[in-house]
């Protein structure tokens, strides 16, 4: 068996060969932190530190005002929407960039139901991230629908002619598992029925594919795989055969003209409707240069390299943890594993605080979980390696 400083070398030399290692250096990572929990918050980019400096200093605290009449501002957020529509797979001007991932959920189920009148059922993933389902179960109540919470494996047997919307998440907040986009989408149209993805775990990491697969709505995050930062806005896709559906908040900021302050509300075309109220400036301006990032920088690419990074994470916990009290709470499949791996331990709280005293940054999963986010844009194999050998040599 390989020690851990032949295992370390093997994994440097892997990275030094790596056609996507210039990645890295788009990131303003802290020196000798190994940050596996990208998928919580994104780390910082030299672009969004950059543009965020320059959007305080210059445009807001020199051009004051004159920065919206100049027209600095006005199409940031379709700017932006722009930059994670090549991220998802979805066309130009079919994705709004606004509010938190919870608000664009709350409007994206509201448009959803308004598309399928007269059924009964919203269909949503028993053990989903909690504010999908919080927000199912309001939207649900506030429209004379109820909420059917099924098993991820059982969704497409849960569709039958009273269900009007499927809402799940594309990947596992805790497993990493993978729905089956296209397939799921697929068997609700089939029954008549409209999909909302939550895109939250997977888009920066995992391809969604999200205009192919034929989904109806999708939301996601702009601060996790994204690197948008701390409560960065989120982003709602509405198929453009859908473009004319309602927005539950008409707000100005999604209306047609919003500075002409018409009397009457008159949305925008397409997703720009989904904006309700002032783009948050700084957020997106620190989102909007984050995803340059992405730039040049083929998705497929980036899911084949974060597979390799969680497969060689699998090797070493086949060797050194999985033997010894750890277990795997994510697919081995990779086909059908996301951007990140939870293993489980009785003591996970614990471990992943002793990690991050020494650097290793990961997070704990109530009840046992310890999860690792594997961004491919940047985390790196010898970080694969530190991070087994950190669990290790940590009991
Ligand atoms: C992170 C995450 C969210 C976050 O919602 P916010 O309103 O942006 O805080 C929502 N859904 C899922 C599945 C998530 O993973």
């Known amino acids: 068996m390989p020690g851990w400083q032949q295992l370390h070398d093997e994994a440097a030399h892997a990275d030094a060969t790596d056609p996507l290692r210039h990645l890295r ?16 918050l994104g780390p910082l980019t030299h672009a969004a530190r950059d543009a965020v400096r320059r959007a305080v200093d210059e445009e807001w605290g020199t051009g004051l005002i004159g920065s919206w009449a100049e027209g600095r501002w006005v199409d940031l957020a379709p700017r932006t929407a722009d930059r994670i529509a090549r991220i998802i797979g979805a066309p130009a001007g079919s994705v709004a960039c ?6 664009n959920l709350h409007k994206a189920l509201h448009a959803a139901v308004s598309l399928v ?3 009964r059922r919203i269909v949503t993933v028993r053990g989903d991230f909690p504010t999908d389902r919080y927000v199912a179960a309001r939207v649900a109540a506030d429209r004379g629908l109820v909420v059917h919470q099924v098993p991820a494996e059982d969704l497409a047997g849960a569709l039958d002619s009273d269900v009007a919307v ?7 907040f805790r497993s990493a598992r993978i729905a089956d986009l296209p397939g799921i989408t697929a068997a609700a149209h089939a029954v008549g029925a409209v999909t909302v993805w939550d895109l939250a775990h997977s888009a920066g990491a995992v391809p969604c594919d999200i205009h192919a697969a034929g989904a109806d709505l999708a ?10 930062g701390p ?6 896709y509405v198929a453009p055969r859908h473009a004319e559906v309602t927005s539950p908040i008409p707000g100005w900021f999604g209306h047609a003209d919003p500075f002409a302050f018409g009397e009457a509300y008159v949305p925008a075309a397409g997703a720009r409707r989904f904006e309700a109220g002032t783009t948050p400036v700084l ?5 909007h ?4 990032a992405f730039d040049g920088v083929e998705i497929a690419a980036l899911r084949a390299r974060g597979m390799d990074l969680t497969a060689r994470f699998l090797a070493l916990c086949d060797e050194h943890l999985l033997p010894r009290g750890m277990t795997l709470q994510s697919p081995r499949d990779p086909a059908v594993r996301g951007g990140h791996v939870t293993l489980g331990h009785p003591r996970a709280q614990e471990l992943v605080r002793h990690l991050a005293a020494n650097g290793v940054v990961g997070d704990f999963r109530p009840p046992d979980g310890l999860r690792f986010g594997f961004a491919p844009l940047y985390v790196t194999r010898a970080e694969v390696v530190r991070l087994a050998r950190a669990l290790a040599e940590a009991r």
């Open 166 to 172: 499927v809402s799940a998440s594309h990947v596992d």
């Open 231 to 236: 409560g960065a806005p989120a982003y709602l």
């Open 289 to 292: 240069a984050a995803l340059e």
């Open 25 to 40: 250096d788009r990131m303003a990572l802290p020196e000798g932190v190994a940050y596996l929990d990208g998928n919580s």
């Open 98 to 103: 606004a509010d938190s991932t919870t608000v």
């Open 117 to 119: 009148p007269g059924r």
């Open 283 to 287: 957020g997106m301006t620190a989102l």
């Open 219 to 228: 939301v996601g995050c702009g601060y996790k795989y994204l690197n948008g």
